[in-house]
């Protein structure tokens, strides 16, 4: 009975572990997610006396955003779409977030407290360009307070209330362009000035309840006008001509224009150069930056004005702050070396200057936005909110940062992964010792609670904290799995940073790009980054590095340049400014004697440059050279192309520089193919096996090249988005190329299908997802590629005599006789991303992410996307996992890896191995990051973290007493037998 | 269910009845005798066309007419320019919605001049390419666009030069062509020198594969599951077929238990007189 008890107990334990999904209380283990905002372009602060002190931000990946002004947590953060970029935001109602967003033609509002959207209103602009919001402050129709959004000629009223239009006044008039709007306290009127084609200013009158025009005013201007406008009174603002070097003063009374040209280098000295107007919101005030100096400017009386301040270096300038009726500060932020200094002006005097030391690697500063408080003292206080070259967010306060946001992270143009130092022997002590006994104790009992299940819910939350301090999984050495590593990812600002797998964060970061700057590299950008050099055999000892590859200019002919930086410390090894461009890099899979991966830098003119320099490199490329290939696809012309290398180069003599030669071109038809995608298998990808076995013991050879390119083309009609063709217009045409020899493998069309395209190589096989237009849904479809050259290899006893190909080495050259498989499934969800699980020897079973539209990540067991599939599928093929096919792919609620988290605005996913066979890491990153570790096949070669060792040991316990017990029970019997 | 194949055999059917029924016309049949053409060029010529596959979408009937045209074939040897080396024929088939694509292919090789072989034995000793390129617009030849393979030269010597051209087209245009040997090449290549300097050269044209259409089987699952329960049901086993594992130890404890029972009997028996005896040697044994 016992036994059977126990028998029951441990199937059920072995059951466990065949769970696909975690449990709610694994969340965190291994898995961890980090949320960002990205690079603030508006912000607006709401630090009313009750209520949480907050600052609503806006950024460059269309984020709006609720940060707490305390500790810099985001309170709530909503991510708009790709094309809806913010325009503007602003507070209403003292309880409303308004951001004007998509040029202008859509206007939301969200909940200041919790981020709740409470309206949104389509403005339907028929041409959207540059339009701006105003929210009315004083006026009130009922108690709703009005939101002005003007576009060209067009003004709209928006109830802030519920988003209704309450009305909307078309000036039309062509080339009128609104520039400002305000209204007068306690008047009904509101004022709207615009330029007409830059050379009339005209005034409109309008009724601020009906939208009724009362009156209009133009005014011929005496100077071209440009945009930049800067409002200074209630009846007069100054805009900027078209050179940037002349003012114009307008005035507006009684329904009259009044202008007046005022050159700038009569008010400021030494003026030369750009000039640039900082908005302003009143007060006579008005500040002109040029590239010398920011100068604070005072209107006097009629057309007479006053230079009351001037700041000598360039800084960056806030937008204006009113203090009170008379008072206008301003904040002016200089950078030097790595500190920053902090100037708040009011009413162009000096008020205060604060100067911090900042860490050198966030660059200069990008923009300010300043906000006061109220002191203790009753006196005025201020901080700044501060966006430095890295897009990182800083607050600073009485002369320190109180927190900061490594918000460039939410834009990862690139990442690779790099190994962490080996576990030096004595050097660190190996062991932590717990810190107390008693803690000790304590730790031991939750487990023990836990693991009996009598633990109470504070103990579930005390045990899992407890797991997620756990040092194991945090240290800065190399571990036996491989599941610590570091993710090195570089950003779009050009500044890379090291992230620990563990839990995310930060261990070294660095911004390159202003150690480079001078004359001859003018504007420095980090294209890419790759692996340098990789512990591995001779250089175990050696310090890994990555190699960042990046451009002097913004063009493709400018100057390259190079870094190599150490992946332990972010230290930079080298720095190079190339003699020549760069197009592409390409990584070779040869390395010279110290270890450092042998890189091509193709530059513009099809030149071929190797790196590093060095003799043994070029020794090992020369070698090489023979056998290498390289292929451009250019997506401009339709047109992929094939080369070779030769020795000596068009443009120098170096040693290191190759020529190239054109050795195959694939030509679409322009008029009927365009290509939308291209993929290719990854140079690290290990292969277990190249045979298959098939369901009646037949073998089928896979073809694995990795040479293997995949091209999706589709017609020139259905380039547009989804519904811009009709079927019949439309079709998906999908390549298999061989790189090498610019061989067609294999060509399909897909009618009435469309783009966009997403397509993972791996193996033998492709799978690629599309639109269908004429079934309405998306589709995946997956082709796999077997040799049929090598078929014949069946015959054990040919095995066995060694009388087979298989180790023939294979070359492009020869005319491959291949078949491939195809299946097609419905896909439910349209796709962000899509990559492949890879494991380090490559036997566990692959299963695809793909990156939904909900900014999750799916995982897609590979069987569900096998040609083989039927819809009665024999005994034998079950058996072999074989899964009956039905027209679409299941999403099973627990695939998802990314369980209750989203990935916002998911760019691309990430799969690398780790050292143990069954687990792979998997890295997904958009505005957010999400790291975590997967076992597709479950972890088949290691003991889960959650097996229960205690369960165990009172197993075995149990059974030794027993059969104890038992025993004795059978020698007592005998003995009673004996004694009878 | 391929719907190609059922559109094909329901216009075959209506052909049928429509020629059964009404006018019979006498005229042979165009397009057949041009589905066959390629196998009917001269065993004299190297180059083998074979059929085109047609697009399972367009109407057979609708082709109306066709044209000849010819573009070379460039090839150059090494670093050297390229020169003319052979003439692709073939034909323009226009169909009457538009679309034209090109059929019949044929290819001649122009015969190898003492330098190109010059040229050529050089190359093999290199182990350097051997470049071909066409035109990608068959119909203005004089475009700058071309389609160029290469392979390398010592691929192709065997008997004579064997090459063989697969040529990827999308109506008249050239996407792609596949140039190399006829067979395998090895590798590493050895040196070898042809015996005969001629190109015996294979052609193949070939066209885009539709791709089948994702089936939408919602009737056909519910079919198959109904097919599955009537036609895989699995035969009745007998009744000792299914329980035998049940009846048998039942079957032991019965005899176990009349056997105990008949012995207790049998004891009770012997013993009849004595009752109170009776619970120790229950005991005992």
Same mark, same amino acid.
């Given at each position: 009975?016992?036994?059977?008890?126990?028998?029951?107990?441990?199937?059920?334990?072995?059951?466990?572990?065949?769970?696909?999904?975690?449990?709610?209380?694994?969340?965190?283990?291994?898995?961890?997610?980090?949320?960002?905002?990205?690079?603030?372009?508006?912000?607006?602060?709401?630090?009313?006396?009750?209520?949480?002190?907050?600052?609503?931000?806006?950024?460059?990946?269309?984020?709006?955003?609720?940060?707490?002004?305390?500790?810099?947590?985001?309170?709530?953060?909503?991510?708009?779409?790709?094309?809806?970029?913010?325009?503007?935001?602003?507070?209403?109602?003292?309880?409303?977030?308004?951001?004007?967003?998509?040029?202008?033609?859509?206007?939301?509002?969200?909940?200041?407290?919790?981020?709740?959207?409470?309206?949104?209103?389509?403005?339907?602009?028929?041409?959207?360009?540059?339009?701006?919001?105003?929210?009315?402050?004083?006026?009130?129709?009922?108690?709703?307070?009005?939101?002005?959004?003007?576009?060209?000629?067009?003004?709209?009223?928006?109830?802030?209330?519920?988003?209704?239009?309450?009305?909307?006044?078309?000036?039309?008039?062509?080339?009128?362009?609104?520039?400002?709007?305000?209204?007068?306290?306690?008047?009904?009127?509101?004022?709207?000035?615009?330029?007409?084609?830059?050379?009339?200013?005209?005034?409109?009158?309008?009724?601020?309840?009906?939208?009724?025009?009362?009156?209009?005013?133009?005014?011929?201007?005496?100077?071209?006008?440009?945009?930049?406008?800067?409002?200074?009174?209630?009846?007069?603002?100054?805009?900027?001509?078209?050179?940037?070097?002349?003012?114009?003063?307008?005035?507006?009374?009684?329904?009259?224009?009044?202008?007046?040209?005022?050159?700038?280098?009569?008010?400021?000295?030494?003026?030369?150069?750009?000039?640039?107007?900082?908005?302003?919101?009143?007060?006579?005030?008005?500040?002109?930056?040029?590239?010398?100096?920011?100068?604070?400017?005072?209107?006097?009386?009629?057309?007479?004005?006053?230079?009351?301040?001037?700041?000598?270096?360039?800084?960056?300038?806030?937008?204006?702050?009113?203090?009170?009726?008379?008072?206008?500060?301003?904040?002016?932020?200089?950078?030097?070396?790595?500190?920053?200094?902090?100037?708040?002006?009011?009413?162009?005097?000096?008020?205060?200057?604060?100067?911090?030391?900042?860490?050198?690697?966030?660059?200069?500063?990008?923009?300010?936005?300043?906000?006061?408080?109220?002191?203790?003292?009753?006196?005025?206080?201020?901080?700044?909110?501060?966006?430095?070259?890295?897009?990182?967010?800083?607050?600073?306060?009485?002369?320190?940062?109180?927190?900061?946001?490594?918000?460039?992270?939410?834009?990862?143009?690139?990442?690779?992964?790099?190994?962490?130092?080996?576990?030096?022997?004595?050097?660190?002590?190996?062991?932590?010792?717990?810190?107390?006994?008693?803690?000790?104790?304590?730790?031991?009992?939750?487990?023990?609670?836990?693991?009996?299940?009598?633990?109470?819910?504070?103990?579930?939350?005390?045990?899992?904290?407890?797991?997620?301090?756990?040092?194991?999984?945090?240290?800065?050495?190399?571990?036996?799995?491989?599941?610590?590593?570091?993710?090195?990812?570089?950003?779009?600002?050009?500044?890379?940073?090291?992230?620990?797998?563990?839990?995310?964060?930060?261990?070294?970061?660095?911004?390159?790009?202003?150690?480079?700057?001078?004359?001859?590299?003018?504007?420095?950008?980090?294209?890419?980054?790759?692996?340098?050099?990789?512990?591995?055999?001779?250089?175990?000892?050696?310090?890994?590095?990555?190699?960042?590859?990046?451009?002097?200019?913004?063009?493709?002919?400018?100057?390259?340049?190079?870094?190599?930086?150490?992946?332990?410390?972010?230290?930079?090894?080298?720095?190079?400014?190339?003699?020549?461009?760069?197009?592409?890099?390409?990584?070779?899979?040869?390395?010279?004697?110290?270890?450092?991966?042998?890189?091509?830098?193709?530059?513009?003119?099809?030149?071929?440059?190797?790196?590093?320099?060095?003799?043994?490199?070029?020794?090992?490329?020369?070698?090489?050279?023979?056998?290498?290939?390289?292929?451009?696809?250019?997506?401009?012309?339709?047109?992929?192309?094939?080369?070779?290398?030769?020795?000596?180069?068009?443009?120098?003599?170096?040693?290191?520089?190759?020529?190239?030669?054109?050795?195959?071109?694939?030509?679409?038809?322009?008029?009927?193919?365009?290509?939308?995608?291209?993929?290719?298998?990854?140079?690290?990808?290990?292969?277990?096996?190249?045979?298959?076995?098939?369901?009646?013991?037949?073998?089928?050879?896979?073809?694995?090249?990795?040479?293997?390119?995949?091209?999706?083309?589709?017609?020139?009609?259905?380039?547009?988005?989804?519904?811009?063709?009709?079927?019949?217009?439309?079709?998906?045409?999908?390549?298999?190329?061989?790189?090498?020899?610019?061989?067609?493998?294999?060509?399909?069309?897909?009618?009435?299908?469309?783009?966009?395209?997403?397509?993972?190589?791996?193996?033998?096989?492709?799978?690629?997802?599309?639109?269908?237009?004429?079934?309405?849904?998306?589709?995946?479809?997956?082709?796999?590629?077997?040799?049929?050259?090598?078929?014949?290899?069946?015959?054990?006893?040919?095995?066995?005599?060694?009388?087979?190909?298989?180790?023939?080495?294979?070359?492009?050259?020869?005319?491959?006789?291949?078949?491939?498989?195809?299946?097609?499934?419905?896909?439910?969800?349209?796709?962000?991303?899509?990559?492949?699980?890879?494991?380090?020897?490559?036997?566990?079973?692959?299963?695809?992410?793909?990156?939904?539209?909900?900014?999750?990540?799916?995982?897609?067991?590979?069987?569900?996307?096998?040609?083989?599939?039927?819809?009665?599928?024999?005994?034998?093929?079950?058996?072999?996992?074989?899964?009956?096919?039905?027209?679409?792919?299941?999403?099973?609620?627990?695939?998802?890896?990314?369980?209750?988290?989203?990935?916002?605005?998911?760019?691309?996913?990430?799969?690398?191995?780790?050292?143990?066979?069954?687990?792979?890491?998997?890295?997904?990153?958009?505005?957010?990051?999400?790291?975590?570790?997967?076992?597709?096949?479950?972890?088949?070669?290691?003991?889960?973290?959650?097996?229960?060792?205690?369960?165990?040991?009172?197993?075995?316990?149990?059974?030794?007493?027993?059969?104890?017990?038992?025993?004795?029970?059978?020698?007592?019997?005998?003995?009673?037998?004996?004694?009878? | 269910?391929?719907?190609?194949?059922?559109?094909?055999?329901?216009?075959?059917?209506?052909?049928?009845?429509?020629?059964?029924?009404?006018?019979?016309? #006498? *005229?042979?049949?165009?397009?057949?005798? &041009?589905?066959?053409?390629? $196998?009917?060029?001269?065993? @004299? +010529? !190297?180059?083998?066309?074979?059929?085109?596959?047609?697009?399972?979408?367009?109407?057979?009937?609708?082709?109306?007419?066709?044209?000849?045209?010819?573009?070379?074939?460039?090839?150059?040897?090494?670093?050297?320019?390229?020169?003319?080396?052979?003439?692709?024929?073939?034909?323009?088939?226009?169909?009457?919605?538009?679309?034209?694509?090109?059929?019949?292919?044929?290819?001649?090789?122009?015969?190898?001049?003492?330098?190109?072989?010059?040229?050529?034995?050089?190359?093999?000793?290199?182990?350097?390419?051997?470049?071909?390129?066409?035109?990608?617009?068959?119909?203005?030849?004089?475009?700058?666009?071309?389609?160029?393979?290469?392979?390398?030269?010592?691929?192709?010597?065997?008997?004579?030069? #064997? *090459?063989?051209?697969?040529?990827?087209? &999308?109506?008249?245009?050239? $996407?792609?062509?596949?140039? @190399? +040997? !006829?067979?395998?090449?090895?590798?590493?290549?050895?040196?070898?020198?042809?015996?005969?300097?001629?190109?015996?050269?294979?052609?193949?044209?070939?066209?885009?594969?539709?791709?089948?259409?994702?089936?939408?089987?919602?009737?056909?699952?519910?079919?198959?599951?109904?097919?599955?329960?009537?036609?895989?049901?699995?035969?009745?086993?007998?009744?000792?077929?299914?329980?035998?594992?049940?009846?048998?130890?039942?079957?032991?404890?019965?005899?176990?238990?009349?056997?105990?029972?008949?012995?207790?009997?049998?004891?009770?028996?012997?013993?009849?007189?004595?009752?109170?005896?009776?619970?120790?040697?229950?005991?005992?044994?």
């Amino acid at each position: 009975m016992e036994a059977r008890f126990l028998l029951g107990f441990l199937l059920l334990l072995s059951l466990s572990s065949f769970a696909f999904a975690i449990y709610e209380d694994q969340v965190g283990l291994a898995d961890w997610h980090k949320r960002y905002i990205g690079k603030v372009k508006h912000a607006v602060f709401h630090t009313q006396k009750t209520g949480r002190r907050r600052v609503v931000v806006s950024t460059e990946e269309n984020a709006i955003a609720s940060l707490d002004l305390r500790t810099g947590d985001i309170l709530w953060r909503h991510v708009l779409g790709k094309n809806d970029a913010v325009d503007q935001i602003g507070l209403s109602l003292g309880k409303y977030v308004l951001t004007l967003s998509s040029q202008g033609s859509v206007l939301r509002a969200w909940n200041l407290p919790d981020g709740q959207m409470v309206w949104e209103t389509d403005l339907q602009i028929s041409n959207p360009s540059n339009s701006f919001l105003h929210v009315l402050g004083n006026v009130k129709s009922g108690r709703d307070s009005l939101s002005l959004v003007c576009n060209g000629g067009s003004i709209r009223a928006v109830s802030s209330i519920d988003g209704l239009v309450v009305w909307k006044k078309d000036l039309s008039i062509d080339g009128l362009k609104l520039k400002h709007v305000f209204q007068p306290p306690e008047s009904d009127t509101i004022y709207a000035i615009g330029f007409i084609d830059s050379s009339l200013i005209a005034l409109y009158h309008i009724n601020a309840k009906t939208g009724e025009l009362l009156k209009h005013a133009t005014q011929a201007s005496s100077v071209d006008l440009s945009s930049e406008i800067s409002a200074i009174s209630s009846d007069s603002l100054v805009a900027l001509d078209t050179s940037r070097s002349n003012l114009l003063l307008i005035k507006f009374m009684a329904g009259t224009i009044t202008n007046h040209k005022l050159p700038l280098s009569d008010i400021v000295q030494d003026f030369s150069g750009l000039a640039e107007l900082i908005p302003t919101k009143s007060n006579d005030i008005f500040v002109v930056k040029t590239p010398s100096n920011v100068a604070f400017i005072k209107v006097k009386g009629d057309n007479e004005i006053e230079l009351i301040g001037k700041a000598d270096e360039a800084g960056i300038v806030s937008d204006s702050l009113t203090l009170s009726e008379e008072e206008q500060a301003f904040a002016v932020v200089h950078h030097s070396n790595n500190a920053i200094s902090l100037q708040v002006r009011i009413n162009g005097r000096e008020a205060l200057t604060e100067g911090i030391k900042i860490e050198d690697h966030r660059g200069h500063v990008k923009r300010v936005f300043l906000n006061n408080y109220v002191r203790t003292d009753k006196s005025h206080g201020f901080r700044a909110l501060i966006v430095m070259e890295d897009e990182s967010l800083l607050l600073m306060q009485q002369g320190e940062v109180v927190w900061s946001r490594e918000d460039g992270l939410a834009s990862i143009s690139d990442a690779v992964v790099a190994e962490l130092p080996v576990e030096k022997e004595g050097g660190v002590s190996v062991v932590e010792v717990e810190h107390t006994l008693l803690e000790w104790l304590k730790g031991h009992m939750l487990k023990l609670k836990g693991t009996l299940m009598l633990s109470t819910p504070d103990d579930m939350a005390a045990i899992q904290a407890m797991h997620l301090k756990s040092t194991e999984r945090n240290k800065m050495t190399r571990d036996h799995n491989g599941f610590r590593k570091l993710i090195i990812v570089l950003t779009r600002s050009g500044k890379v940073y090291a992230l620990h797998t563990g839990d995310g964060r930060i261990v070294w970061a660095h911004l390159l790009t202003p150690l480079l700057q001078s004359e001859s590299c003018p504007s420095p950008s980090v294209l890419t980054l790759r692996n340098w050099r990789v512990p591995h055999r001779k250089a175990l000892q050696e310090n890994p590095s990555i190699l960042l590859v990046g451009r002097c200019g913004a063009g493709p002919e400018s100057h390259g340049f190079l870094f190599i930086v150490d992946s332990y410390s972010g230290k930079v090894l080298e720095t190079q400014i190339l003699d020549h461009s760069i197009a592409e890099v390409v990584p070779l899979p040869l390395a010279d004697s110290s270890e450092q991966k042998l890189h091509l830098v193709i530059d513009d003119k099809l030149n071929a440059h190797l790196y590093p320099r060095g003799s043994d490199a070029l020794e090992v490329f020369v070698r090489e050279m023979a056998n290498m290939y390289y292929y451009k696809v250019e997506n401009a012309k339709e047109v992929i192309k094939g080369y070779a290398f030769k020795k000596g180069c068009s443009t120098g003599s170096s040693a290191y520089c190759f020529g190239t030669r054109e050795l195959w071109s694939v030509v679409f038809p322009s008029d009927s193919e365009r290509i939308v995608a291209t993929a290719r298998r990854k140079i690290n990808e290990v292969v277990h096996t190249q045979a298959k076995i098939m369901t009646n013991q037949d073998v089928m050879y896979k073809y694995i090249t990795k040479n293997i390119l995949f091209v999706a083309t589709v017609s020139p009609k259905a380039a547009g988005g989804i519904g811009s063709a009709a079927p019949d217009d439309a079709w998906l045409v999908a390549y298999l190329i061989d790189t090498v020899t610019g061989r067609i493998l294999h060509r399909v069309t897909h009618q009435g299908a469309q783009g966009p395209v997403h397509a993972v190589v791996s193996e033998n096989w492709v799978v690629y997802h599309y639109f269908n237009l004429r079934a309405h849904r998306y589709e995946m479809t997956v082709i796999e590629i077997y040799d049929q050259s090598r078929a014949d290899n069946k015959d054990v006893m040919k095995l066995v005599l060694g009388k087979h190909n298989l180790t023939a080495p294979i070359t492009s050259y020869s005319r491959p006789e291949i078949a491939t498989k195809s299946q097609s499934y419905f896909f439910t969800h349209s796709v962000k991303a899509i990559a492949v699980t890879t494991t380090a020897r490559g036997i566990t079973s692959k299963q695809i992410l793909i990156g939904t539209i909900g900014d999750q990540v799916l995982a897609l067991d590979k069987r569900y996307l096998d040609p083989r599939r039927t819809a009665n599928p024999s005994q034998e093929e079950k058996e072999e996992g074989i899964i009956p096919l039905t027209d679409t792919l299941p999403i099973i609620p627990q695939s998802y890896v990314t369980h209750t988290r989203q990935v916002g605005d998911l760019r691309g996913i990430m799969s690398f191995p780790a050292n143990l066979e069954s687990t792979t890491h998997v890295f997904s990153y958009g505005i957010d990051l999400f790291y975590t570790r997967i076992a597709p096949s479950r972890t088949y070669d290691s003991l889960t973290d959650e097996f229960s060792y205690v369960l165990l040991l009172i197993t075995v316990v149990v059974l030794i007493v027993a059969i104890l017990v038992t025993w004795a029970m059978s020698q007592k019997k005998d003995l009673q037998e004996k004694w009878r | 269910m391929n719907p190609s194949l059922s559109f094909l055999s329901l216009l075959s059917l209506l052909l049928l009845f429509s020629s059964a029924l009404s006018f019979q016309s #006498d *005229e042979l049949p165009f397009n057949d005798d &041009d589905e066959f053409e390629g $196998l009917r060029s001269s065993p @004299g +010529s !190297a180059s083998v066309a074979p059929p085109v596959r047609r697009r399972p979408d367009l109407d057979i009937s609708s082709a109306s007419d066709s044209k000849s045209l010819q573009f070379s074939l460039e090839h150059s040897l090494g670093d050297s320019e390229f020169s003319v080396a052979g003439t692709f024929t073939a034909r323009l088939k226009s169909w009457t919605h538009g679309a034209q694509t090109l059929t019949k292919l044929r290819f001649t090789r122009n015969a190898i001049s003492d330098t190109e072989k010059g040229l050529f034995e050089r190359l093999l000793e290199d182990d350097d390419f051997y470049t071909i390129r066409i035109p990608s617009n068959v119909l203005n030849p004089s475009g700058k666009d071309y389609v160029v393979s290469s392979v390398r030269a010592r691929c192709l010597p065997r008997e004579s030069l #064997d *090459e063989h051209f697969v040529i990827h087209t &999308d109506g008249v245009n050239v $996407l792609s062509v596949n140039y @190399g +040997s !006829a067979g395998g090449c090895q590798y590493p290549r050895p040196l070898k020198s042809p015996s005969k300097w001629s190109f015996s050269s294979y052609t193949v044209l070939k066209n885009s594969e539709q791709a089948p259409r994702t089936p939408t089987f919602v009737e056909q699952i519910i079919a198959s599951e109904n097919a599955l329960e009537e036609g895989l049901q699995p035969p009745e086993k007998s009744f000792w077929a299914k329980y035998w594992m049940y009846i048998l130890p039942i079957g032991f404890v019965l005899v176990n238990a009349m056997a105990q029972a008949a012995n207790a009997a049998a004891e009770d028996q012997n013993q009849g007189g004595q009752p109170s005896q009776r619970a120790p040697a229950v005991r005992r044994r």
